[in-house]
């Protein structure tokens, strides 16, 4: 069985840029049982480091899930 972050890495990170519609897919799985993970924050830093870019949107979930995380 595949590990969900190699899976998910592939597809965000698949072109090297992180698009509005995958932070909007991120947004909507991260968040989707109301609670916040820590291996969740830090999937969302690994894939901002290793994107060659990403789009604004993405700086901001990763505050708002850093804000939730306090």
Do not use: N, Y
């Not at 595949?2 to 968040?31: C, N």
């Not at 994107?51 to 949107?57: D, I």
């Amino acid at each position: 069985m595949a590990e969900w972050r190699k899976v998910a890495k592939a597809f965000a990170l698949g072109d090297g840029h992180i698009s509005q519609k995958e932070v909007e897919i991120l947004r909507k799985e991260i968040l989707a049982d109301g609670a916040l993970s820590k291996s969740e924050l830090d999937f969302l830093h690994e894939i901002k480091a290793e994107a060659t870019s990403s789009v604004k949107l993405l700086d901001e979930l990763i505050a708002e899930c850093e804000a939730i995380a306090k």
